[in-house]
């Protein structure tokens, strides 16, 4: 099951989402797709936005700057993974938190 855990400042993403084997798996590639899509957004508009972090633990992204446009992308994103949790509920879970 792929992760995301969220608060105000961070989101990190873990896991995979075990829907197929890797390479055909639908759920890791619209959650890779939507993720990606967003940090490459944020950067394009301010470089200094967003830092990000893809370790073998999985994907962390600190948000840097809370202006209207980055929190925007931010939450689009969160309301895209949102969407997909509710389809794939097995394989993708959203929760608020702290981050360890």
Avoid: W
Avoid at 75 to 94: F, Q
Wanted: with cysteine.
């Amino acid at each position: 099951m792929i992760k995301v855990l969220k608060n105000k400042e961070n989101i990190s993403i873990t896991g995979h989402a075990m829907y197929d084997d890797y390479g055909k798996d639908i759920v890791c590639s619209a959650v890779s797709s939507i993720v990606i899509t967003t940090i490459n957004g944020i950067l394009a508009i301010n470089s200094e936005a967003i830092t990000y972090q893809n370790t073998k633990e999985g994907l962390k992204i600190e948000i840097k700057s809370f202006d209207n446009i980055t929190l925007k992308l931010i939450d689009n994103m969160l309301e895209l993974l949102t969407k997909l949790s509710r389809d794939y509920p097995k394989n993708l879970e959203i929760k608020e938190g702290t981050r360890k």
